[in-house]
T-cell receptor, first 111, second 117 residues
Framework: QKEVEQNSGPLSVPEGAIASLNCTYS??????FFWYRQYSGKSPELIMF????GDKEDGRFTAQLNKASQYVSLLIRDSQPSDSATYLC???????????FGAGTRLTVKP | GAVVSQHPSRVICKSGTSVKIECRSL??????MFWYRQFPKQSLMLMAT?????????EQGVEKDKFLINHASLTLSTLTVTSAHPEDSSFYIC?????????????FGPGTRLTVT
């Protein structure tokens, strides 16, 4: 079983729609959860991080965490073509940097 | 966020040669640096973690004699791929973190595309 699993996609949504990206993880002791965006040929850039159960909103992005279900998601509202990228879920601990990445979900936002 | 640079951004080398990749933190002291490898359409795989002045800690399955990591200063870490082979062709990405940082403050470099012919 992979430590961090994501649907590889591609996920295609029309411009202005909500894109929903999902991630599950195997280590029940995980404490920190991250969403990175990676454009083709570029390194990842951090979009959101979340530590506590529930929702965390930042602009058009909302991260949702359910530790009981070992599930974290990212919602992108009012999707734009510039949001087209691969979104990586990463899971780690508070006190170290041992992040484990999922394989990423490729999102395409069609104008 | 902080700035991390990598050099070179792209490199093509012949099989059997060695290649050195530099990772620099430009505006903060990076006590810890991480080296990742990413194959096409795959996840980032952590190769090793290095702390300034200490030997790197390699992940299981990563050959320490093949991937030499040096973190001699608080602003520079290097990854040397020795006796490179075509299967080493990949996207290598470093990230850097300062002392007492939280995981959200790990800053990625732009990556180095290595092609071994």
């Amino acid at each position: 079983q992979k430590e961090v699993e994501q649907n590889s996609g591609p996920l295609s949504v029309p411009e202005g729609a909500i894109a929903s990206l999902n991630c599950t993880y195997s280590d029940r002791g995980s404490q920190s959860f991250f969403w990175y965006r990676q454009y083709s040929g570029k390194s990842p850039e951090l979009i959101m991080f979340i530590y506590s159960n529930g929702d965390k909103e930042d602009g058009r992005f909302t991260a949702q965490l359910n530790k009981a279900s070992q599930y974290v998601s990212l919602l992108i509202r009012d999707s734009q073509p510039s949001d087209s990228a691969t979104y990586l879920c990463a899971v780690g601990m508070y006190n170290n940097n041992d992040m484990r990445f999922g394989a990423g979900t490729r999102l395409t936002v069609k104008p | 966020g902080a700035v991390v640079s990598q050099h070179p951004s792209r490199v093509i080398c012949k099989s059997g040669t060695s290649v050195k990749i530099e990772c620099r933190s430009l505006d903060f002291q990076a006590t810890t640096m991480f080296w990742y490898r990413q194959f096409p359409k795959q996840s980032l795989m952590l190769m090793a973690t290095s702390n300034e002045g200490s030997k790197a800690t390699y992940e299981q399955g990563v050959e320490k004699d093949k991937f030499l990591i040096n973190h001699a200063s608080l602003t520079l870490s290097t990854l040397t791929v020795t006796s490179a082979h075509p299967e080493d062709s990949s996207f290598y990405i470093c990230s850097a973190a300062g002392r007492n940082h939280v995981p959200s403050e790990q800053y990625f470099g732009p990556g180095t595309r290595l092609t071994v012919t």
